[in-house]
């Protein structure tokens, strides 16, 4: 079955340390996205990719950068400059030849600072 | 900017209830709408996804409709069953990317 493989589930990060969450997606989407989850919060997005080798920054990109190398893949690394960094990362894409534009999301990393 | 908002943020109903969950969004310019199901600590899955020429969208027990030039669209639930309980959330497009997302509503469905 197609769909967007997020690891690790957990994370544990120390201050100080950079840490970086996965993404992989096996359904031949071209665009792809980060988003971070706060408790009673709606989801607010970090970095988004429409084509290999481009992204561009979100609403919340400071202390955090990504990569986007092959289609299937689009690292988030969460940097020591990210102060508040303990929240629910979620992954999504979409498929821009279709038009629709409906989006398919990962189960989720849960990074906690220790 | 485009901005987000679910009413009620939470919502008790007892089995069986036909039940309406509200989405505002203050741009109308917006090239689609689409509700997601979110599990306690899980990822979203779509329910349905509504474009801008479209009025409602419906699967199974979920009716979803949208009027754009109110800001408006509603989530109805036919026959609330506890397998329902769950944080339902609206999210708006305005160019096919970028999705912008309301904080949510909280359902509990009794038993």
């Known amino acids: 079955d197609g769909g967007i493989t997020q690891s690790p589930k957990y994370l544990f990060r120390k201050e100080g340390q950079n840490v970086t969450l996965s993404c992989e997606q096996n359904?031949?989407?071209?665009?792809m996205y980060w988003y971070r989850q706060d408790p009673g919060q709606g989801l607010r997005l970090i970095y988004y990719?429409?084509?290999?080798?481009?992204?561009q920054k979100g609403d919340i990109a400071e202390g955090y950068s990504v990569s986007r190398e092959k289609k299937e893949s689009f690292p988030l690394t969460v940097t020591s400059a990210q102060k508040n960094p303990t929240a629910f990362y979620l992954c999504a894409s979409t498929d821009l030849q279709t038009g629709d534009y409906g989006y398919t999301f990962g189960s989720g990393t849960r990074l906690t600072v220790v | 900017k485009q901005e987000v908002t679910q009413i009620p943020a939470a919502l008790s109903v007892p089995e069986g209830e036909n039940l309406v969950l509200n989405c505002s969004f203050t741009?109308?310019?917006?090239?689609?709408l689409q509700w997601f199901r979110q599990d306690p600590g899980k990822g979203l899955t779509s329910l349905l996804l509504i474009q801008s020429s479209q009025r409602e969208q419906t699967s199974g027990r979920l009716n979803a409709s949208l009027d754009k030039s109110s800001g408006r669209s509603t989530l109805y639930i036919a026959a609330s069953q506890p397998g329902d309980s769950a944080t339902y959330l609206c999210a708006v497009s305005l160019y096919g990317n970028k999705l912008v997302f309301g904080a949510g509503t909280i359902l509990r469905v009794k038993s």
């Open positions: 990719s429409q084509i290999v080798n481009d992204f």
């Open positions: 741009d109308s310019a917006i090239y689609n």
């Open positions: 359904l031949n989407h071209d665009a």
